[in-house]
């Protein structure tokens, strides 16, 4: 499972009301409980703030329980019931599934091994494509219209006290999405806290916490089918695969600017101690509604250059998209990396950005959503993927 950008192993714990860390991921909460420790001990153990979360196409926000005493960090019933699991007795072993996703497997792990662009496909696509730690912006995407629930009134959610190595560590970031106009100044009847959070490697990551926004503004019905379904679907025919990864995906979107308030947060510099508020100009990262809104803009811009510019007969490829990764499978070599390079042109031309790093371009056996592809279009197990140091870059 993916905490805050770092892969962690989990023991599953039934026994367990409370999903538990043994390692301090990101800053302690003022919420605490008391706990019966190994010894019959009660002891008295705090939360973590809440941490992103992704696994299996889910993103969510979950609070650990910090148990630096705890020999394993432990899946407990909090997220199983989230996750809507269900643990099967089989002849000789246990195994735990979800019912929307009932080909991921836990604990089967496999890397994703980071590879070089083929020439072939370097010299044909436009060098912008790669993302170059300025993010992209989509040409044709309209702002962002953001809507209240009915009868809701502004929320304004007190700004967690930082330590001043916090503020200095992620001041670059802020300054420098000053600078590209990612964020802007703003005076709002709307707040929500930031809090920096530490990278094993020392640097930090802005995390804002948009729960309080995210209870207020209506809900969006995703479109997007499930997609192990669709990866069910994919034709034995199939023996070429290429997947792309879109960097910094949300931030392609604009928001309208009589949306922007809602994302108001305060900062005080470091260098001066002033504080003023700021707000994002994009689509932010922990909103509820942003894989929506961008997975539908991509959606109408591939299915655009998929009707207008792709010439390869319909029965000889499959184009998938979820959210910000995109799956191409072909039957022959050359009408996959042809898809490829139309496909990466595409998206230079358009305003988006690719992960280089985590390309995997016209190969017989690639790894999507989790799920290891190859020739004959079997999906073999749930994977693991490689933790680069690039991912998450802005947030």
């Not at 089967?108 to 912008?128: H, R, S």
């Amino acid at each position: 499972m993916e905490v805050d950008g770092e892969q962690l192993e989990f023991r599953v714990d039934t026994g367990a009301s409370h999903s538990a860390v043994n390692t301090k991921l990101g800053p302690l909460s003022d919420s605490t409980i008391q706990v019966v420790g190994v010894t019959g001990q009660v002891e008295e153990r705090t939360f973590l703030r809440p941490l992103d979360i992704k696994f299996g196409g889910k993103e969510f926000d979950h609070q650990f329980l910090y148990m630096p005493n705890s020999p394993e960090s432990l899946f407990g019933r909090d997220l199983l019931s989230m996750l809507q699991a269900r643990i099967i007795f089989e002849k000789g072993r246990v195994r735990l599934e979800f019912p929307e996703e009932n080909i991921a497997k836990l604990f089967v792990i496999k890397e994703v091994e980071a590879a070089e662009i083929p020439q072939e496909i370097e010299q044909a696509v436009v060098p912008w494509v790669w993302e170059t730690g300025v993010p992209g912006k989509s040409k044709a995407a309209q702002p962002a219209v953001i809507e209240l629930k009915e009868g809701a009134s502004p929320v304004r959610v007190r700004q967690y006290p930082l330590k001043l190595e916090a503020r200095i560590g992620i001041a670059p970031m802020i300054e420098q999405f000053l600078s590209l106009g990612i964020l802007q100044e703003c005076e709002s009847e709307f707040n929500t806290p930031i809090f920096p959070v530490r990278k094993p490697n020392g640097k930090y990551r802005l995390v804002q916490d948009l729960r309080a926004i995210n209870n207020i503004t209506k809900d969006i019905h995703p479109v997007v089918a499930n997609p192990y379904t669709l990866l069910t679907a994919v034709s034995e025919k199939f023996k070429w695969f290429t997947v792309i990864d879109l960097k910094d995906a949300f931030f392609c979107i604009p928001l309208a600017l009589e949306s922007r308030k809602y994302f108001a947060f305060e900062w005080e510099s470091p260098d001066t101690g002033r504080k003023k508020q700021l707000t994002w100009t994009r689509l932010p990262q922990g909103f509820k509604n942003s894989p929506t809104i961008f997975g539908n803009q991509l959606a109408r811009e591939l299915e655009e250059w998929k009707t207008t510019q792709v010439k390869e007969p319909p029965f000889s490829f499959a184009l998938l998209q979820y959210v910000d990764d995109i799956f191409i499978a072909s039957t022959e070599k050359d009408v996959c990396l042809r898809l490829t390079i139309g496909l990466l042109n595409m998206l230079g031309q358009a305003g988006y950005r690719v992960s280089k790093e985590k390309a995997q371009l016209v190969r017989t056996q690639v790894v999507y959503l989790g799920c290891e592809i190859s020739q004959g279009g079997r999906l073999r197990k749930f994977v693991r993927k490689r933790r680069y140091s690039g991912l998450r870059h802005y947030l």
